[in-house]
Every structure is written in structure tokens, then in C-alpha cells.
């Protein structure tokens, strides 16, 4: 990696400074690009409790910029017991009343573990707005713009002018390239496709969640010390339950998803306020350790809709001079767990293409771009239908699957493996070995 002294003779602009674009920030910045951060917030923020990674993601950790790395082990929470260290999640019936030797479950019982799910790493949970703060300082001051929201992006009159980004509060600001790193409901995909283009916006899943935090102490008196200091998957007809420990095991992380038939009510806005009687009631009939589990949450929760791009994917990565990276290009669900790790290797390999020996004019961004998507789209855009299988797959709706653990526990491994084992410096090489012959040619 070069030092940060500026080594090419453009600017790059990234829109959003969530994970992704944070991570792909430090990157660049770190490699001697000049780059510019736009964000509409008012501060580096992450929305969202606990996400975690898996080893392909701590792989490109570590080739965007060790201190990456670093912030990720600063923040991570791991399984508390010593035999559950390489355990990703461990796999319950959650609906099941009964134990396997068919004896009623007590209150305080859990089922038996239907199967686990192993990696290199095992449970690796971080809060993102703390693991954000932690990133930030790898920043120096005065590179992020706060309170910039873009509605839109004016093509120079030739190749190699400038773009100009216009903003909601009425200013603008010039750029050789845009990288939008700005979410789910990126204004740079709809920039580069159009208001009205179906892949400008993601599409409902029929699936919602309500997230909560739940004191550790509290978890392990109700239900056991097993379940509530290590990472679970509770399975259920349309439903799932996860949960894993977070701020160094003084927390435990809740997500509760349901499947419904309806639509959501505002597409605009992805949460809504409920209640906890809203979510015992769409658990109404699980077993006893869950229902004391949920009664644990606050009484006021959010319910987040679960939005994707699954419908609709995006045709192209990138436009001339104008990319993107993240959920901006292939917003997924969050059941394979993947979607900010996804990111990082995106911005690992993207930040390797722009640092290229070859790469040193405006012209050439666009063919790192072009590269870009080519090596990126098909793998990111498989994600996104893996994921929305395999939440169908935790709640017995996969065709083919149904309740069968046998089946369910060989589909996550398998494409667990085409998540997680892979060699993230090995793409770095072959994406610029692929820039290379794209320009010579």
C-alpha cells in the first residue's frame, strides 16, 4: 500500500458514510487518492443494532486498511463459551413444544440443537454505529461533507470535464467520479438509471423484523446461559428469531422476523413504531423459552421493513464516471448475514483497481468502473436471491426444503461456502489483471 500522499491527478467523490462508504474512504485516502465524502446526515451514523462478518469480509478488512481491521477487533463480541468460538449459529426448532424423547418443554428448556454451522471465525458481532466511530479516526478532518443530500448529476460536455453534483440545500460541487456508497435508497442509482427506471428503488420482501436489546443478565435468568451468551437461530412456520451477544457479552441482540401477505404501507420510510404486544402476538404459540425471551424486550419497539433490490436488480454497476458500491447497487436481506461484508470486499477490490500503476487519468476511470462491474455484479446480485432463500429456508417456506433440517443445514453450508471461502487478495489481482487487459486491448 503506497503512503497517502496524493498520487493521482483526480478527485473522487463518495456519496454516504456508512460502513461502506467510510471503509472504501480509508482505502482511497490511504492509497493516495484525493477523495471527497458527501453525506446528508449531520455526522459519520450508522442505523441498525449488530452485524456481523465473516472471514471474507475480515479478509478485505485488512487489504482496504489494517486500522479497519483493528476497529472491527476494538468493537467485536465473540460466543462467550470456549466451545462455541467457532460456532457461527446454533439451530433450534423454536416452535416445537416438545423435546426429542418427546417429553413437554418446561419454561425454562430449550430444544435440542438441530445443527450447527461452523467458520473459521465463528460469531464475530459488532454495534455499527460504534464500530463507524471507531473507523472515523482513520480520516483526517475536513474530508466529509455533512448535510449534502444529492438529487442529481450534471455529464460534462466532453470526457474528460468535470461532474457536477447538485445537492437539496442548493449547492453543488464538481468531481472527476461519483462513487455512490449511499444505501438502500441510493439517489445515485437513481441518478444513473432514472426516477422511473423499476431498479431505481428496492422492492418489499413480505418480510419485517422487530429488533430489540435485551440485558444479558436479564436473558440468562429468564432462559439459561447458553442461549443467551451465545449465538442462536430460532426456526419457525414464517417466522425466525436471532439472536447473538453484542458490547462485549453485556448484550443480548434480538432480530425477530415474520412473513406476511401484506403490503407495507409507506415504501417511503422502511420503520414504523410498535409495541410489544405486536410482537408476542406474531409469536403467539412458540415455545415457552421464546415467549419469555420476547417479554424481556421494551414495551415500544421499531418494526423494520425488509427491503431489496431481488426484483428489480440493477443492469450495470456503473455509468461513465459514476458508480456503485454497497447497498446502493445490491441491497439484500440480511439473512445470510452478508451485506456489509459484501461491501468491504467491494471496496477492497475497487479501491485495488483505482490504485493501479495504470490508472492516473480522468480517462481511465472509466474502464475501472466498467471492470468493476464486471467482476463484482454477478456474485453481489447471487447474494441477494441466495438471501431471500435462506430466510425462507429458517421458516420452513423454501420449496423443496420445507422443515427438513437435513436439507436446510446442507443448502446454508453450501452457500455459506460461496460466501466465506474465498481468497479476497486473490479477486484484488485478478480485477486489475482484468483492468490491464481491458485497456491494452
Request: charge should be negative.
Amino acid at each position: 500500500m503506497v503512503s497517502n500522499e496524493m498520487s493521482k491527478n483526480f478527485e473522487i467523490a463518495i456519496i454516504g458514510a456508512g460502513i461502506s462508504g467510510t471503509t472504501l474512504a480509508i482505502a482511497l485516502h490511504h492509497r493516495g487518492l484525493n477523495v471527497t465524502v458527501y453525506e446528508a446526515a449531520h455526522a459519520f451514523g450508522e442505523i441498525g443494532a449488530g452485524v456481523s462478518f465473516s472471514p471474507n469480509a475480515v479478509q478485505a478488512m485488512k487489504i482496504c486498511h489494517d486500522g479497519v481491521y483493528e476497529a472491527f477487533e476494538e468493537v467485536c463480541t465473540r460466543n462467550k463459551w470456549s466451545s462455541k468460538q467457532k460456532v457461527w449459529f446454533n439451530y433450534v426448532d423454536g416452535y416445537n413444544k416438545t423435546k426429542s424423547d418427546g417429553s413437554e418443554l418446561k419454561a425454562d428448556e430449550q430444544p435440542d440443537i438441530a445443527f450447527t454451522i461452523h467458520n473459521s471465525l465463528g460469531q464475530t458481532a459488532v454495534h455499527r454505529a460504534r464500530f463507524l466511530d471507531e473507523m472515523v479516526h482513520l480520516l483526517p478532518k475536513g474530508i466529509a461533507h455533512f448535510g449534502k443530500r444529492l438529487c442529481g448529476i450534471t455529464e460534462p460536455a466532453n470526457d474528460e470535464g468535470k461532474l457536477v453534483m447538485h445537492f437539496t440545500d442548493g449547492t453543488s460541487a464538481e468531481t472527476d467520479a461519483v462513487i455512490g456508497c449511499d444505501g438502500i435508497k441510493s439517489a445515485v442509482r437513481r441518478c444513473l438509471f432514472g426516477e422511473d427506471s423499476p431498479s431505481a428503488w428496492p422492492s418489499y420482501t413480505h418480510k419485517y423484523a422487530y429488533r430489540g436489546l435485551i440485558s444479558t443478565r436479564d436473558a440468562v435468568a429468564a432462559i439459561g446461559s447458553e442461549v443467551a451468551e451465545n449465538s442462536f437461530m430460532h426456526m419457525g412456520p414464517n417466522g425466525h428469531i436471532l439472536t447473538f451477544p453484542v458490547d462485549k457479552g453485556e448484550t443480548l441482540n434480538l432480530v425477530a422476523f415474520r412473513t406476511t401477505s401484506a403490503n407495507w404501507e409507506d415504501p417511503s420510510r422502511l420503520t414504523k413504531p410498535a409495541h410489544q404486544d405486536d410482537l408476542l402476538r406474531d409469536f403467539e404459540g412458540w415455545a415457552p423459552y421464546i415467549q419469555k425471551l420476547l417479554k424481556l424486550t421494551k414495551p415500544d419497539l421499531d418494526i423494520w421493513a425488509i427491503f431489496d433490490l431481488g426484483n428489480n436488480p440493477v443492469p450495470t454497476f456503473c455509468k461513465g464516471r459514476v458508480c456503485i458500491i454497497g447497498d446502493a447497487a445490491h441491497a439484500t436481506s440480511p439473512h445470510h448475514g452478508s451485506g456489509a461484508g459484501f461491501c468491504i470486499e467491494s471496496s477492497a477490490i475497487l479501491a485495488s483497481l483505482l490504485a493501479s500503476d495504470k490508472v492516473q487519468t480522468v480517462s481511465d476511470i472509466r474502464a475501472v468502473f466498467e471492470t468493476f462491474d464486471a467482476v463484482r455484479r454477478e456474485r453481489c446480485q447471487w447474494l441477494v436471491q441466495s438471501s431471500r432463500f435462506i430466510g425462507d429456508c429458517y421458516e420452513w417456506r423454501a420449496d423443496g426444503v420445507g422443515k427438513d433440517f437435513e436439507i436446510i443445514e446442507r443448502e446454508i453450508n453450501v452457500r455459506y461456502g460461496i460466501i466465506a471461502n474465498v481468497d479476497v487478495e486473490k479477486m484484488c489481482r485478478e480485477a486489475v489483471e482484468d483492468f490491464n487487459k481491458r485497456v491494452s486491448a
